[in-house]
């Protein structure tokens, strides 16, 4: 008889450790999230419109800000070098669509001669992106 010997190995593993770890980065995952989806910030113009199709591939977004820098999608271009990006770029898409979010306020010959760009680097369909009007919610008199 073995009195008081507890010489035995333990055959369980002990998983808190693990699941403190896994919550932490989960928390991480859930803060750090919203931040990594912000795009180019542009004020966009308000216009009654249809919503568009939905689509297989990414559309291709030409956007405009404030400061009157042109992004394609993300990624921020000279507007000398649009045409030649846009060619490379559409020589690998099927749909030669392109869309164009430009802020409200600024020059109107700037949004026209990045969409002169645009249709000079091939594109067969150029939209315009807008946001809905904000409708009055004003009780009607009878």
């Given at each position: ?24 980065l989960?928390?991480i ?16 113009p308000?216009?009654?419109?249809e ?5 297989q ?38 749909d ?25 680097a ?21």
């Open positions: 008889m073995q009195t008081g010997s507890n010489n035995q190995l333990m055959s369980d593993i002990n998983i808190t450790p693990f699941v403190d770890v896994m919550l932490v989960l928390i995952f859930m803060v750090t999230a919203p931040m990594m989806t912000q795009g180019v910030n542009v004020n966009l308000e216009a009654t419109n919503e568009l199709p939905s689509q591939q990414e559309p291709l977004i030409i956007s405009i800000d404030a400061a009157q820098d042109v992004y394609i999608n993300d990624s921020k271009v000279a507007l000398d070098f649009l045409r030649e990006k846009l060619i490379k770029i559409l020589e690998n898409r099927k030669r669509e392109v869309y164009v979010r430009a802020d409200k306020d600024i020059p109107y010959g700037i949004v026209i001669r990045v969409m002169s760009e645009v249709k000079n091939g594109v067969e369909k150029l939209g315009m992106l807008t946001l809905p009007p904000e409708e009055d919610h004003k009780p009607k008199k009878s």
